[in-house]
C-alpha cells in the first residue's frame, strides 16, 4: 500500500498532465477545422485533374509513342515508395497505421524478389522505418521548421520523384497516407502515381467526347503528367495535415478520459487509506484508556 | 444570361473564381484565345499572361497567370493554375521578384529553346504589367 503522501503526488502529476492532454485536445480541434476547410478546398484541384488526365489518355491512340508517366517503363523491377506521414507525435495511431500499410506493400515487394527503394516525408515515417528498412531508404524530408505546407513543398518532392524517375532509378512509384474520411476515421491508402492507374470504368463515357488539343494530346501529356505528380502529393499532404489533427483530437480525448478516471480510482484509495487511519489512531487511543 | 456558361478557376489550395462569364480570353499556350458558349470541347495550356473574364459588356475581371491547365467541355470552363492571382491584389514586389527570377533563368545555358521562349514571353508580359 503506498503512503498517503504518495498518493498525494501521483494524484497530483495525474491532474497536470489531464490538463496538457485537454490543452492539446482543443489546440488539435482548433487546428482540424482549419485542415478539414483546406483538404475539402483542395479536392476540386486533383479531382479535375484527374479528369483531365483520364479524358487524354483515353484518347492517346499511340501507345507506344506515350509518355512514360503514362505506361510505365514496360518494366516492373524497382519499386519506389513515398511514405508521407506526420512530423509529431502523440496522435494516436495516425502514423504506426500508415507505416504498417507501407511495411506489408514492402514484404510483398521483397518477396517477389524486387527491388525496394523509399522516400519518407516526415519524420516519424523515418524513424519507424529505419530499424527495420533504413538500407532501403535512399531520400528523406521532413517539414519540421515549417510552419504551414503549402503547394511548393509538394512541388519540391515531386521535382525529386521526377529526376529519379528521369534517371531511370526506378520503374513505378506509389505513395502511402492518410486518407480523411471524418474526425474518428482515417484510412490508410496507397496509391500508384507512376504509371498512372487506369481509373474507375463509369468515367468513360466522357471519353467517346471529341476534344480539340492544342497543341498534340502527347505533348499534353508530357506535361501535364509531371504535374500531376506533385498534385497528388498536395493532395496527399492535405488529407494526411487534416487526418493527423483529428486522430490527435480524438487520441488526446481519450487520453483525458483515462486521466480523469484515474484520479477518481486514485482519490478513491487516497480517502479510504485516510479513514484508515485515521480508525487505527481512533482503536489505539481507546484500546490505551480501557487498559488503564 | 442565355449566352453565358460557366467558369472556374482552380487552384491547389482553393477555388479562386467561379461564377458565369460571357466571355473569357484566356493566353493559350499558341496565342490568346477567346472563348464563347458552345466553344468545341478543347484542353490546352496557358503561358505566362492575363486571363479576362467578361460577365458582362465593360464589366471585367483580371487574373495574372504563370502557368496552367485548361479544359472547356459542355459549357463548363476549367482553368487549373497554381499561380493565378487577381490583377487587383498583384504587388510590385512580387513583380519585381518574377521579374528579376525570369531574368535569371534566361541568362543559364542549359535552358531548351522552348523555355527560353517561354521566359521571354513571361517577361514581355510583366513588363507590360508594371507600366
Known sequence: MPSLDDLKKRIKSVKSTQKITKAMKMVAAAKLRRAQENAEKGRPFSE?????????????SDKDNASKFLVGTGKN???????????????GGFNTNICRKAKNYFEKILKEGKTLKIFTVGSKGYDQLKRVYGSYIIEKVNFKSYKKITYKEAEQIGEKIIKLFNESQFDACKIFYNKFKNVITQIPQEQQIIPIENQKKKEEKTSDNFYEFEPEENEILEDLLPRNISTQIFKAFLENAASEQGSRMTAMDSATRNAGDLVEKLTITYNRSRQAAITKELIEIISGAESL | MEDNFKLEIISPEKIIFSDDAKMVTIPSYEGDMSILKNHISTITFLRPGIIKVQKEEENFQEFFVQDGTVEFFKDNLVILSASAVNKKNLSKEFLDYLNKDTKDKLTRTNITDHDRYILNHKLDVLQSLTI
Open chain 1, 77 to 91: 523491377d524497382v519499386h519506389l515508395c513515398v511514405v508521407i506521414t506526420a512530423d509529431r507525435g502523440l496522435c
Open chain 1, 48 to 60: 479535375k485533374m484527374n479528369n483531365i488526365i483520364l479524358n487524354l489518355s483515353n484518347s492517346v
